[in-house]
């Protein structure tokens, strides 16, 4: 369950519980917090564990161009360091940062990795059962690895054909298709998570987890089936928050593993992983002449020119000109 934030004292003493309070109290989402606690821990230690009330602008230029210069980030991630000091300096201990003088991290904008249509075939038919169904959701609704573990029974609408996902990158929620080929196996796929969730419910642990403070407004739904988990995983664990059993849904590393064992099993030689399904998901769309908005949209991106990186993938290498030598 290491994506459920941990209870924090009610009355936190220690700078990083205060940090995450704030955070939560701005109802910034999970990753975003862990995100903020993991560069200030790092501008932290940079500084020999000096208090940050101790330092300024003079310590964050520092430690922004030790990044660059030094660790050779890439401008993003400089870009999410300096966002996680800001939000530090301004928003916790109420201090202004002006006039930040850095070195820039060096912008290389790197085409994403992307299957073929035949590539992305054949890595999900060297699947199967959860796994196959897994990539098959990735590629053919574009989702992330993350989004597609979080799937709840209720999000998936075989009515409409849609699948909804909730509190994606930026906590946002949108609405993407239901692959046609997918339907088969995620009614098996419901039908076996209404046999486990029903073999807990005797078991007397049939409570998932629930976000936000939606257990104490509807109790009864946290042992509803159709809030449980669509990937649940294999054993019951302890909700940090009030140490009861759930079941929570799979790991990243039980389809991240298999999807690069299955690229290795059909001889793909790219730098590929359960994320290139999405990128492979997009490129596809726009090979075959929809409307980049409406990519934008499905994917979940608040700028198009998030968006418009895929058509640096299209006909690359020539622009559709056939070489003299064929």
Same mark, same amino acid.
């Given at each position: ?5 941990p ?52 310590e ?43 070195t ?20 999900i ?5 959860e ?27 075989? #009515?409409?054909?849609?699948? +909804? &996902?909730?509190s994606?990158? %930026?906590?946002? =929620?949108?609405? *993407? ?12 796929q ?14 007397g642990?049939?409570e998932?987890?629930m976000?936000?403070?939606?257990a ?13 988990f ?13 140490g ?27 730098q ?10 997009a ?5 075959? #002449?929809?409307?980049?908005r +409406? &990519?934008q949209t499905?994917l %979940?991106?608040? =700028?198009?020119? *998030? ?20």
């Amino acid at each position: 369950m290491d994506d459920i934030p941990p209870l924090l004292p009610q009355n936190p003493t220690k700078l990083i519980d205060q940090l995450r309070t704030l955070i939560r109290k701005q109802n910034k989402a999970w990753a975003t917090e862990k995100t903020y606690v993991l560069w200030v821990k790092r501008f932290i230690r940079f500084h020999k564990y000096k208090h940050p009330d101790t330092m300024g602008e003079i310590e964050i230029e520092q430690f922004l161009t030790h990044l660059s210069i030094q660790r050779h980030c890439t401008p993003s991630t400089q870009a999410t360091a300096l966002n996680a000091l800001i939000f530090l300096y301004k928003r916790f201990l109420k201090r202004e940062v002006i006039d930040l003088n850095y070195t820039p991290a060096k912008r290389n904008r790197r085409v994403p990795v992307v299957f073929s249509s035949q590539e992305a075939k054949a890595v999900i038919d060297q699947l199967n059962g959860e796994k196959q169904l897994m990539a098959m959701l990735m590629y053919g609704a574009g989702l992330r690895v993350s989004e597609c573990l979080r799937l709840r029974v209720k999000d998936v609408d075989f #009515g409409r054909n849609e699948i +909804t &996902i909730r509190s994606g990158k %930026g906590n946002k =929620d949108r609405i *993407t298709m239901l692959p046609e080929l997918s339907v088969e196996q995620l009614h098996e796929q419901i039908s076996h998570v209404a046999f486990v969730h029903q073999n807990d419910s005797r078991a007397g642990h049939g409570e998932v987890f629930m976000p936000f403070a939606l257990a104490r407004k509807y109790p009864s739904d946290a042992v509803s089936l159709h809030w449980q988990f669509l990937f649940p995983a294999n054993n019951t664990s302890l909700d940090p928050r009030d140490g009861r059993t759930k079941r929570h849904h799979r790991h990243q590393s039980f389809i991240q593993r298999a999807v690069k064992q299955a690229i290795r099993e059909v001889g793909i030689h790219k730098q590929a992983n359960c994320h290139t399904f999405r990128h492979s998901f997009a490129t596809h769309l726009l090979e075959r #002449g929809y409307d980049i908005r +409406t &990519i934008q949209t499905l994917l %979940g991106h608040a =700028d198009v020119s *998030t968006t418009e990186i895929y058509t640096h993938v299209l006909n690359r290498g020539g622009f559709g000109v056939k070489s003299p030598i064929d």
